[in-house]
């Protein structure tokens, strides 16, 4: 009997060593954090362990908080990936929907910091404007993992493609086209200006094409919508009737400018480049509207963000006192290698 309660009480000491600790006095994440108290132990059973992670991750609400979720299938993807990996372990998951109204998202956020909630994973729309949202958060003892759009406010974790390299790489591609058919003029449509994406871009693909002595014709922000990215390439292509391409910073814009191509009968000769590589995109490379973009693994980042939380609740250290910047891998793909490439064609299911 003796060696039994020594038994279980060496257990209560182990898993008491496990805990993430105490809540802070306004609610959110745990965060003991020195020690053996981090994490899992050294030693573990398989069983034991797995009884150990579930066991913190019980219960713990986690949002999302994308710039939309409406018809997207790049934040669905995000969303059920989340979904499916937090709930499988015990974690309470919510997914919530500003529809790119900015002041909307603010509030949100500001919201879920009230409610306590243990980790926010965020779509950021520009650099700075979820600064204050991201500092609160995390001096309420919540975790803050960014998603795809890097802020000038660390989170703990952000998560996304090497924009700069991805956009060079495709900037290489359309350069290469282009002067095999003698063109050298080329049309930007990125997003919204100030945000990281835009701004990622716009650093990989003008030196590329400063280098080439391309001449942009055009640069203006097509705010993530495909009816402005349409608008814009609508107005270019009467404006230059030698324009080579388009390079557009996401697929689904691209879509946008690819209509106005086909309506001004310069399928084919026109080429439309971007990043990103959703099913729908990949239904008008089948149709040659488009013509190759820098393809990010968006399936690996909702599971990847949904790992960073867990990692985060079972360390337990303090929101804001360690912070990460982790890429995901990208590949230029189009018609020869659609097929053969993982991350290309995700559905958003």
């Given at each position: 009997?003796?060696?039994?309660?020594?038994?279980?009480?060496?257990?209560?000491?182990?898993?008491?060593?496990?805990?993430?600790?105490?809540?802070?006095?306004?609610?959110?994440?745990?965060?003991?954090?020195?020690?053996?108290?981090?994490?899992?132990?050294?030693?573990?059973?398989?069983?034991?362990?797995?009884?150990?992670?579930?066991?913190?991750?019980?219960?713990?609400?986690?949002?999302?908080?994308?710039?939309?979720?409406?018809?997207?299938?790049?934040?669905?993807?995000?969303?059920?990936?989340?979904?499916?990996?937090?709930?499988?372990?015990?974690?309470?998951?919510?997914?919530?929907?500003?529809?790119?109204?900015?002041?909307?998202?603010?509030?949100?956020?500001?919201?879920?910091i009230n409610e306590g909630v243990d980790a926010l994973v965020l779509h950021n729309p520009d650099v700075g404007v979820l600064t204050e949202q991201i500092k609160t958060a995390q001096s309420k003892g919540i975790y803050v993992v960014?998603?795809?759009?890097?802020?000038?406010?660390?989170?703990?974790?952000?998560?996304?493609?090497?924009?700069?390299?991805?956009?060079?790489?495709?900037?290489?591609?359309?350069?290469?086209?282009?002067?095999?058919?003698?063109?050298?003029?080329?049309?930007?449509?990125?997003?919204?200006?100030?945000?990281?994406?835009?701004?990622?871009?716009?650093?990989?693909?003008?030196?590329?094409?400063?280098?080439?002595?391309?001449?942009?014709?055009?640069?203006?922000?097509?705010?993530?919508?495909?009816?402005?990215?349409?608008?814009?390439?609508?107005?270019?292509?009467?404006?230059?009737?030698?324009?080579?391409?388009?390079?557009?910073?996401?697929?689904?814009?691209?879509?946008?400018?690819?209509?106005?191509?086909?309506?001004?009968?310069?399928?084919?000769?026109?080429?439309?480049?971007?990043?990103?590589?959703?099913?729908?995109?990949?239904?008008?490379?089948?149709?040659?509207?488009?013509?190759?973009?820098?393809?990010?693994?968006?399936?690996?980042?909702?599971?990847?963000?949904?790992?960073?939380?867990?990692?985060?609740?079972?360390?337990?250290?303090?929101?804001?006192?360690?912070?990460?910047?982790?890429?995901?891998?990208?590949?230029?793909?189009?018609?020869?290698?659609?097929?053969?490439?993982?991350?290309?064609?995700?559905?958003?299911?």
């Open positions: 009997m003796k060696r039994i309660t020594i038994a279980i009480a060496a257990l209560l000491l182990l898993l008491a060593g496990c805990s993430t600790g105490e809540s802070t006095d306004e609610g959110g994440a745990s965060a003991e954090a020195t020690g053996d108290a981090a994490g899992v132990p050294a030693v573990v059973q398989p069983l034991e362990v797995r009884d150990i992670v579930f066991e913190k991750m019980a219960g713990k609400k986690v949002a999302f908080v994308p710039i939309s979720a409406s018809g997207f299938e790049l934040t669905a993807q995000w969303g059920i990936e989340l979904q499916r990996t937090l709930e499988m372990v015990g974690a309470e998951y919510t997914i919530h929907d500003p529809n790119f109204d900015v002041d909307k998202m603010v509030q949100i956020i500001d919201g879920l960014v998603l795809n759009m890097i802020s000038n406010q660390s989170a703990d974790v952000f998560i996304g493609a090497d924009v700069p390299t991805a956009a060079a790489d495709i900037a290489k591609r359309a350069v290469s086209d282009c002067e095999a058919t003698g063109g050298n003029k080329v049309a930007i449509i990125d997003g919204f200006g100030p945000d990281g994406f835009s701004i990622g871009a716009n650093a990989g693909w003008e030196p590329v094409l400063e280098e080439a002595g391309f001449e942009i014709v055009s640069h203006q922000q097509g705010k993530y919508d495909p009816a402005e990215a349409n608008a814009i390439a609508t107005a270019v292509l009467q404006q230059h009737e030698d324009l080579c391409g388009f390079l557009v910073n996401w697929d689904i814009m691209a879509l946008g400018a690819a209509e106005a191509v086909d309506a001004a009968g310069a399928k084919g000769e026109v080429g439309i480049y971007s990043i990103d590589g959703s099913s729908t995109w990949c239904a008008a490379l089948a149709e040659g509207k488009v013509t190759a973009s820098s393809v990010y693994h968006v399936p690996g980042m909702g599971v990847a963000a949904a790992v960073a939380v867990q990692h985060l609740i079972e360390i337990g250290a303090p929101p804001g006192s360690s912070r990460t910047v982790d890429y995901v891998p990208h590949v230029v793909v189009d018609k020869t290698n659609v097929d053969s490439i993982s991350s290309a064609c995700y559905s958003g299911q």
